[in-house]
């Protein structure tokens, strides 16, 4: 019996997911030594790090590359250890930042039932022997991490001793091994309940709860049919899937993005003339049709499709033995073969990276000000992983109407949004006005931004090269201000609103070159006068962010002062320091603000972050986001790093 949606972990009748807007776009520009085109290799993602190991075209390689999704970088490690031999079609899997691989095809017709352990914090390889008897040598079976276990299925073994005569035997048994920390590793061949799929190689699976999920293969034939593990009970179900499903396919990808299974790519056999599929499969091609599997319902969702064709650039072209790995909700695609040619190491392979968009990025957190100046404001707000760029926008604030008025000197104001964005209502008339206009500043690539001015379009008048008219910022100005993501899929909602106010002229400009550092005693922290004293300055406070206090408002943070004095250092002790907040929405740190004083009161403060350790368990995953030294010089922060 098929298994049904309600029996799936996660499956809801209730929930409406978000419709499909699905957007490819190229990677054109790399640094960094980039991989050479291959197929066979495998890759996974340790938070923006896409690694690829393995693979080949002219010879299998035992090449390590790692793609800095953030920065478009290329790198290689300088790995050390027991490295395992080049391999193809393997089994790669990621527990945080130790990796594993398991088997593949060392050379033509012979096949590797070795388990290697990769510990990216420092590069270093690991042949592991674990008890029992392993599973025989094989390629094209897959190997997840299901809870704390390695789960391995299926794949293609030689039953000939000789490699050079190669008698195929496909599988479908399943290998278990336990990974959690302070366990011996052994093998184990558990005995599965219920009907079971049939042996197959190069399928796909992917991890849902504690069920493993197969998708297609092949055993002399494409497959297209949806198996579920249940790890914990040692079952197999026949999933019953609706819609119309894509064609039968091989050597495909498959990852999960939030309730989605994306598959890529592929063999899939060639229809007869009617549109059917062939009762004896003899030809087949490659695609790059794009399915998606729906998980909530275990329904095939229609999806942007593209020529089947090299000759274009929005899509993929055709491929398979790709190797695809999701990073936030980015599906990066990279290489693989066009599928034309059959000998294995003489393919035509694709030179090219790509990533899918899947969805709109969120809103980023509130805008932070960073600096106040007479005629400007520079600003800061969180990064988001799947933007690529940000819409900045500003709006005049009418401080007389707001329950709070704002500082003379500059800064941060408390806003009263249901005001500002409802509009207001005349007492004469009793009619509510409609809410002040926003403005675009600019759109911005990162995230710290110095606003001088904003853009107002100019009235339709009919004339076409008419241009914006540009409005400076004032002295002693309150704006609002909210910012939105942007990526290929579209504009994200915008941020909540904050509200800063520039400086009068003659206060002071704010301190700068502050450093900070530990001691005995706490922080000691120091800076230097503000380039623009307007006069002498007669002392500075430092001001520390506190933790919120229950029923604060989400996004804001209050400062309590921790020196007042006319010198430019000082010590925060550690018992003031009990009370900081760390601030997590990029690296966790501790903020702190300082301002300087003249004749005519305290001018605008500088923000600094003092970047914190992270915790114990997450050094080693922190460190391993790092850049390393380029080849051939291996980074001194990760030789340093101890694994937790």
Not at 315 to 322: E, F, I, L, V, Y
Not at 445 to 461: M, R
Request: charged share 20%; glycine share 8%; proline share 8%.
């Amino acid at each position: 019996a098929g298994l049904k949606k309600m029996d799936v972990p996660g499956a809801s009748e209730e929930r409406s997911p978000p419709p499909l807007n699905l957007r490819w776009k190229k990677i054109t520009t790399t640094t960094g030594p980039a991989p050479k085109p291959r197929h066979g290799h495998k890759a996974v993602a340790i938070k923006e790090l896409v690694i690829l190991f393995g693979g080949g075209n002219d010879g299998i390689v035992d090449e390590l590359h790692v793609l800095n999704t953030a920065t478009n970088q290329w790198f290689a490690p300088q790995v050390r250890g027991e490295k395992p031999s080049g391999c193809a079609a393997f089994g790669f899997l990621c527990d945080g930042v130790r990796l594993l691989i398991f088997g593949g095809m060392v050379e033509f017709g012979r096949y590797s039932n070795d388990l290697y352990e990769l510990l990216a914090s420092r590069w270093e390889w690991r042949r592991l022997t674990p008890l029992n008897d392993p599973p025989c040598p094989r390629l094209g079976h897959t190997f997840n991490l299901v809870g704390q276990k390695a789960v391995i299925f299926g794949g293609l073994a030689n039953e000939s001793n000789d490699p050079k005569l190669n008698i195929p035997k496909y599988l479908n048994d399943v290998f278990t091994l336990e990974i959690r920390e302070g366990t011996s590793l052994q093998w184990q061949n558990p005995v599965i309940d219920g009907p079971s799929p049939s042996p197959r190689e190069s399928h796909a699976a992917v991890t849902i709860g504690s069920q493993l999920l197969i998708y297609g293969g092949m055993n002399g034939k494409r497959l297209a049919d949806v198996w579920m593990l249940d790890v914990d009970k040692l079952q197999w179900n026949s999933v019953t899937v609706q819609g119309p499903a894509p064609l039968p396919r091989s050597l495909h990808t498959a990852v999960v993005i939030k309730n989605r299974l994306f598959v890529l790519g592929g063999w899939v056999p060639v229809l007869v003339e009617d549109g059917s599929l062939p009762a004896h499969e003899t030809e087949w091609r490659c695609t790059n049709t794009l399915a998606c599997l729906n998980l909530d319902s275990f329904t095939w969702e229609a999806c942007p499709q593209y020529p089947d064709t090299e000759e274009q650039e929005e899509a993929p072209c055709p491929r398979a033995g790709h190797t695809a790995a999701v990073v936030g909700t980015r599906m990066y695609v990279w290489s693989g073969r066009d599928g034309y040619k059959k000998v294995w190491n003489n393919q035509v392979c694709c030179n090219d990276l790509w990533y899918l968009e899947t969805e709109i990025p969120p809103a980023p957190t509130r805008v932070q000000l960073v600096r106040a100046g007479t005629n400007s404001l520079e600003l800061l707000w969180t990064t988001i992983s799947s933007a690529d760029s940000y819409l900045l926008q500003i709006q005049q604030y009418n401080v007389a109407a707001s329950s709070q008025k704002p500082k003379a000197e500059g800064g941060a104001i408390k806003t009263d949004a249901d005001a500002s964005e409802g509009g207001s209502v005349t007492p004469a008339t009793g009619q509510k006005e409609a809410p002040p206009q926003w403005y675009d500043v600019d759109v911005v690539k990162g995230t710290q931004f110095t606003v001088t001015g904003y853009q107002v379009p100019v009235p339709d008048t009919g004339d076409k090269d008419a241009k914006p008219q540009r409005v400076e910022l004032q002295p002693g100005k309150a704006y609002k201000f909210r910012v939105c993501a942007i990526n290929s899929c579209g504009s994200g909602s915008f941020s909540d609103i904050a509200a800063f106010k520039t400086c009068m002229p003659g206060f002071p400009g704010a301190p700068s070159a502050i450093r900070i550092s530990k001691s005995a005693e706490g922080a000691h922290l120091s800076w230097e006068p503000p380039a623009n004293s307007a006069g002498t300055i007669t002392e500075y406070s430092v001001y520390l962010g506190l933790k919120p206090q229950p029923g604060a408002q989400p996004g804001t943070m209050a400062f309590a002062r921790v020196y007042c004095g006319p010198g430019s250092s000082c010590v925060v002790s550690h018992h003031q320091l009990a009370s900081a907040h760390v601030d997590t929405t990029s690296k966790p740190a501790i903020i702190f603000r300082i301002a300087a004083k003249n004749d005519k009161g305290y001018g605008p403060a500088t923000q600094v972050r003092w970047l914190q350790d992270p915790k114990p368990a997450d050094k080693a995953a922190a460190a391993v986001a790092k850049r390393p030294a380029p080849a051939g010089a291996a980074s001194e922060d990760i030789k340093r790093l101890k694994m937790a």
